[in-house]
């Protein structure tokens, strides 16, 4: 134990003559760790709310049984299932836009607490020990959780109500006056109208409001409508695991839940957690270079010292466990610093982040980080295995390479050349993986491996290109200096390749990230002006009010067009499907961009022989132009129309995680008479020049007609600007994540040829001997970091498109179901280069300065040695 410990305190001498060793071990141990750990915040509390979301109703009642036509049941259908026997409860789900800048949208879920299975919880408060007068009486109560509260601007008012709760005693979290002072409780009030008494339940998911059935069929305005059945012992009747089809006597009304129709939004949100953790890992990979590269370099700095503790009778394997510790300690100091990091990066980016699953998916994740204790630790173990990874290749190279031989750069060099050509190899197989899982692939875990290979082998390869290119150089270099420059640089090459490599993959990533952003960007905006060509869209509250709308709105003279938009619910071959009627009106065609369509497309939808699909539905179900699709019976069974139809067209729906089937809205009413109008696009007619006058005139007519009757009225322009704010919102968290892997991969550049720096006075002494001025030494030097770049930063360029079409074309459809064209911005490429050379001009400054500053006498002392 002494001799270890003797051993330990001569190796952290090294240490205190080289702090910037020391410290840039640390640092990439903090910046991998800081950026993993914040991604990994970032995806634990989603999956954590997505699980509160799962978990709002939990109980031993597996089974459920839902609508087959339409989105509701008759509340009579319930009251005869009891009557008849069964244990079954009613829930009614729902969504409230409550007003505000910008709006806000809750999901309502009522219950009947009376029926509910026994044992089953509610936001994990047991059935049984509801307050049921209070939950189910006049005023009632709604349940939210302290992250909705928020959301409704009501946070001053809850916190007072817990202080007025605390002081009476109460169990009940009332809504108090903002004063907090007992100013009795605040209602809340929609469209005039007071809901009942707000009460805050900690365990509630984020975006969700839970009441009594009763009170929700109110808000909602669904008066004797109910969204799915609760089944109570089904499964111990039938057997474990087992699940209950509706009786014979309601099989034409209900249908037995599907396990994957479930609202499972960690299902739906997969793809955007997945590209996060790649970018996290990325970050992570690069940020492993940086200490990868300093305890390479610090070993070779301490050969002699390796040298004369295996002198003083040390043992290998001694040595070994004490630069093993010492690499432990630097994890430990990363680990804490770069996991605290992370905590408050994950917080800097949830906010943009919740907004992209809000909008994107209607998933909603609470504004507040509340990470369990596993994230902590893993983080911590995160950073021991990076430490461990990153020093292993030193150590194993230092235990096998003679010890003379480790301060010989041709030994080195020797070696490097050694391990290029094991990279090529690794690199060819990579590439041959890459291949065969774009060939074979058929899920996003093997889309994101493809990925994976691309960047290891092109970072496999990267030294040997660059190689063989001062190879090139050399051959054709005029002058000694010149040959001088391009030989020293591939001396270099060996200790800089790691730094180069963090280079290309964070530039490769930027550009390809980028480059599919700007792409859908680019789609993006000129869908959604097809889309989005009405001037006005209204949100009926329910389908008779929608028909009297458009029945209103045809006989204005302002009005050009006013198209209801039908839709129904149904399974296609065991895939949710949405349904849309349209109506025959050139408008219905300019709205919808199709990405391929027969010649009459549109005259056979109108005609009811013809149907159009979403590219989702196509690319799931493998439809073709011509095919028949069959889309069941419908509601009206057999006095239905044919329930065989022609595809005739395929469109794109991006955001749409389920399928989508355009139809005629008549030919949809007859199938399902329980269609529902949704929504109505209205056009208006004003002449050249006023047309933002007339649209404001006619929703104030709107809205003055419908004032208080539920109608919602949106103009176009709000719409498309919500919508660019949610895609901006989606990429905020890529784009923060690729900034900072730039950053990192400067930092390694950096640290690098600082490190170097103390090195290379033994290959600038004789140059300065002979003659060259010290200032254009540190030029040379400069010249030979910014060659180096520039090359790593043309490799990086075909690399990002290659990673923007693995994005655009494989990752995107098996992710989506949908691809977006390939898209190559000059300029973009133009801007990412030119910044990668300022990232390496920033990197290398610093070390060139401290080189021009040389004082000849260091310079002199070079050749103190030489005999």
């Known amino acids: 134990m002494r001799a270890f410990l003797s051993c330990m305190r001569a190796l952290a001498g090294h240490w205190r003559r080289h702090p910037l060793q020391c410290a840039s071990i640390a640092c990439g141990l903090w910046l991998a760790t800081a950026l993993w750990s914040g991604v990994q915040a970032l995806n634990a509390q989603a999956r954590a709310d997505y699980a509160r979301a799962s978990a709002v109703l939990l109980g031993p009642a597996q089974t459920q049984w839902l609508p087959r036509h339409g989105n509701f049941i008759d509340q009579d259908v319930y009251v005869r299932l009891r009557l008849a026997g069964w244990q079954v409860s009613p829930v009614l789900e729902g969504s409230l836009r409550f007003p505000g800048t910008p709006p806000v949208t809750l999901r309502v879920m009522g219950i009947e607490p009376f029926s509910l299975p026994p044992g089953t919880a509610v936001a ?12 189910i009486g006049e005023p009632g109560q709604v349940w939210a959780g302290p992250d909705t509260v928020r959301r409704l601007g009501l946070a001053e008012s809850w916190r007072g109500g817990e202080r007025e709760g605390a002081k009476e005693g109460s169990g009940e979290d009332r809504m108090a006056g903002k004063d907090g002072q007992g100013a009795g409780p605040r209602p809340v009030t929609l469209d005039g109208k007071e809901l009942p008494v707000l009460h805050v339940q900690p365990d509630l998911a984020p975006g969700v409001l839970v009441t009594d059935i009763g009170h929700a069929q109110a808000l909602l305005r669904e008066p004797g409508k109910v969204s799915r059945l609760l089944v109570a012992g089904a499964s111990q009747a039938a057997g474990a695991g087992a699940e209950f089809a509706p009786p014979a006597p309601w099989s034409d009304q209900l249908v037995l839940a599907r396990a994957d129709d479930r609202d499972d939004l960690g299902r739906l949100t997969e793809s955007f957690h997945l590209n996060l953790t790649a970018l996290g890992m990325l970050a992570f990979i690069v940020g492993l270079f940086i200490v990868h590269a300093s305890i390479g370099l610090a070993l070779e700095q301490r050969r002699s010292l390796l040298r004369t503790l295996r002198a003083c009778g040390v043992s290998l394997r001694a040595l070994m466990a004490a630069l093993a510790v010492e690499l432990g300690a630097f994890a430990l100091v990363g680990g804490v610093a770069g996991v605290a990091s992370g905590y408050v990066l994950a917080g800097l980016l949830l906010g943009n982040m919740a907004a992209s699953l809000r909008g994107l998916y209607g998933a909603e994740v609470a504004g507040h980080l ?8 893993a983080g911590m173990g ?3 295995l990076g430490a461990l990874a990153a020093g292993a290749g030193s150590l194993w190279r230092a235990s096998r390479l003679p010890l003379l031989a480790i301060a010989r750069p041709q030994a080195w060099r020797g070696a490097q050349a050694s391990r290029q050509r094991r990279h090529v190899l690794q690199a060819a197989l990579l590439a041959a993986f890459a291949i065969a899982c774009a060939l074979a692939g058929d899920s996003l875990a093997t889309a994101f491996a493809m990925q994976a290979a691309i960047l290891l082998a092109s970072a496999l390869l990267l030294p040997v290109l660059l190689d063989a290119m001062l190879a090139w150089g050399a051959r054709h270099a005029g002058g000694p200096l010149a040959s001088w420059f391009i030989a020293d640089s591939r001396q270099q090459l060996p200790a800089l390749s790691l730094a180069l490599m963090a280079l290309l993959l964070a530039l490769g990533a930027s550009v390809g990230v980028g480059g599919m952003t700007e792409g859908f960007r680019k789609t993006f905006v000129g869908w959604l002006d097809q889309r989005l060509s009405a001037d006005i869209y ?11 709308a458009v029945q209103w709105l045809r006989t204005r003279s302002d009005v050009r067009a006013a198209l209801p938009q039908w839709r129904a619910a149904t399974q296609v071959r065991g895939w949710p499907v949405e349904l849309q009627g349209v109506v025959d ?14 010649a009459d497309a549109w005259r056979q939808v109108a005609a009811g022989r013809g149907v159009m699909v979403s590219e989702q539905l196509a690319r799931r179900l493998g439809l073709r132009l011509g095919d028949a699709l069959d889309l069941g019976a419908g509601a009206a ?3 239905a129309p044919s329930s065989m139809f022609t595809v005739v067209a395929r469109y794109a729906d991006y955001g749409n995680p389920r399928g989508h089937v355009l139809m005629d809205a008549d030919v ?14 209205v056009y208006a007619a004003s002449a050249p020049g006023a047309g933002e006058h007339v649209v404001a005139m006619l929703r104030a007519a709107l809205e003055q007609r419908y004032a208080g009757e539920g109608m919602q009225v949106a103009e176009q322009a709000s719409i498309k600007l919500w919508s660019t704010q949610v895609f ?21 550049l950096f640290i690098s040829l600082l490190t170097l720096s103390q090195g290379r006075l033994a290959q600038l002494a004789p140059l300065w001997a002979l003659g060259v001025p010290r200032r254009r030494l540190a030029w040379l030097a400069l010249g030979q970091v910014l060659t180096l770049s520039s090359m790593t930063v043309l490799c990086a360029m075909p690399l990002g498109v290659l990673l923007a079409w693995t994005l655009v074309a494989v990752v995107n459809v098996q992710a989506f179901g949908w691809r977006l064209p390939l898209y190559v911005f000059p300029s973009q490429l133009l801007t990412l280069g030119m910044l990668g050379l300022l990232t390496s001009l920033l990197a290398a400054a610093w070390p060139v300065w401290q080189l021009r500053r040389r004082q000849p006498a260091e310079l002199i002392r070079q050749f103190a040695d030489e005999t």
């Open 124 to 135: 994990g408060q047991v059935a049984k020990a509801f307050d049921m007068a209070t939950f």
């Open 370 to 377: 509340s990470l369990p204790a596993w994230w902590w630790w």
């Open 637 to 639: 069974g057999a006095s």
């Open 585 to 598: 009106d050139p408008e219905t065609a300019r709205q919808w961009p199709l990405l391929e369509q027969s």
């Open 382 to 384: 995160m950073t021991l």
């Open 538 to 548: 209204l949100n009926p509250r329910d389908s008779a009010q929608g028909v009297e």
């Open 728 to 748: 901006e919102r989606t990429f905020a968290a890529t784009g923060a994540l690729n900034a900072l892997t730039l950053g990192v991969a400067g930092i390694a």
């Open 668 to 681: 949809l009413r007859r199938r399902d008479p329980a269609a529902v109008l949704r929504s109505v696009n």
